[in-house]
């Protein structure tokens, strides 16, 4: 029953973590006339004291030695507060300047991104099925170029980004909060060098909006860590295969976002190459499910292989304690 309970509880998680994620294209328009720039300084200085205050409550701070111990992961980390840098700031932008759609496509592809740097990067093997799906991904990102009359470089850069930021996560490997802490703590500096010249020169939005403006801009660290530690409770509570389905949320709200709420236009060789999007992460997603179906029932056939061998070995035992004690 409590693992029952456990797992309808990850599962509200990870809704709740990629809804959040799915609809903050409702936020940041609220924190014009602040540009993008000024907003992007405002969440790496707010995040850092509010994931800050959570590590105080929660007295998590053995990390910190062990961290400041590895140059290695330090330095793995600056690179990783510089690539999610430049994912924030160009989804902050792109949102704002009325380009969500584009956005969310970045967030659609990132899965075939990832899949093709594995196998450039790391010599990773596909299986046919996701052959085809970077082949589809391929064709659909050449369709949108010709519906675009240019590169999608928004969805590229926000795809390819976000996939390296994921590859450095994996080779750290330490908790979403601490993480986050670290890459925050790089970023405050320069961030908050920035907002006080900005301050210094009169070109600052804070505080010359009224109050709420402000708070507003001061929210920016709860929306950026909200989500991340609900996902964090979910991924301890549901299976990676159930997180995969999830992740797919937060695009399919931007999408309609961009196409409902902010009338963005699709006109039909957009929702050609978004259809080819859409088929290419069918075909990820079911090859995902059967792999990890054949999986568990190669692991309960070994499981049960292993207990009639376990079991047969023990009667064997008994049947020779038996011929010991009674010799005929």
């Known amino acids: 029953m409590k693992t029952e309970n456990e797992g309808r509880a990850g599962l509200l998680y990870g809704i709740g973590a990629y809804g959040m994620w799915g609809l903050v294209p409702l936020f940041w328009p609220l924190l014009k006339p602040a540009g993008a720039i000024e907003i992007l300084a405002h969440r790496m200085v707010w995040s850092l004291a509010v994931v800050g205050l959570a590590l105080l409550v929660l007295r998590r701070w053995g990390w910190v030695r062990e961290l400041l111990a590895a140059p290695k ?113 790089i970023q405050f500096l320069p961030a908050l060098a920035y907002l006080l010249w900005l301050g210094s020169t009169g070109g600052t939005a804070f505080g010359a909006h009224g109050g709420g403006h402000a708070a507003l801009l001061a929210a920016t660290g709860i929306v950026t860590a909200a989500p991340l530690v609900c996902f964090g409770a979910a991924a301890i509570r549901v299976p990676l295969s159930t997180l995969g389905l999830l992740q797919y949320l937060a695009p399919v709200f931007q999408f309609s976002l961009g196409v409902l709420y902010f009338h963005e236009a699709m006109p039909p060789e957009r929702w050609a190459g978004f259809s080819l999007v859409w088929l290419a992460l069918t075909l990820l997603t079911w090859d995902a499910l059967r792999t990890a179906r054949r999986t568990r029932a190669e692991a309960a056939r070994l499981a049960a292989a292993a207990a009639e061998t376990v079991a047969a070995e023990a009667e064997a035992e008994a049947a020779a304690k038996a011929r010991a004690a009674h010799p005929m």
């Open 73 to 185: 992961k330090l330095g793995l980390l600056a690179l990783a507060a510089t690539v999610i840098t430049v994912n924030w700031g160009l989804y902050i932008w792109a949102v704002n300047s009325g380009q969500v759609v584009e956005a969310s496509l970045g967030y659609f592809i990132n899965p075939l991104v990832t899949i093709a740097m594995g196998v450039l990067l790391l010599n990773e093997r596909l299986r046919p099925a996701q052959w085809a799906a970077v082949g589809i991904g391929f064709a659909a990102v050449l369709v949108l170029s010709v519906g675009y009359g240019r590169l999608p470089w928004i969805s590229l850069t926000l795809a390819f980004s976000f996939a390296i930021y994921g590859l450095i996560k994996k080779k750290v490997n330490i908790g979403g909060l601490e993480s986050l802490a670290a890459e925050t703590a």
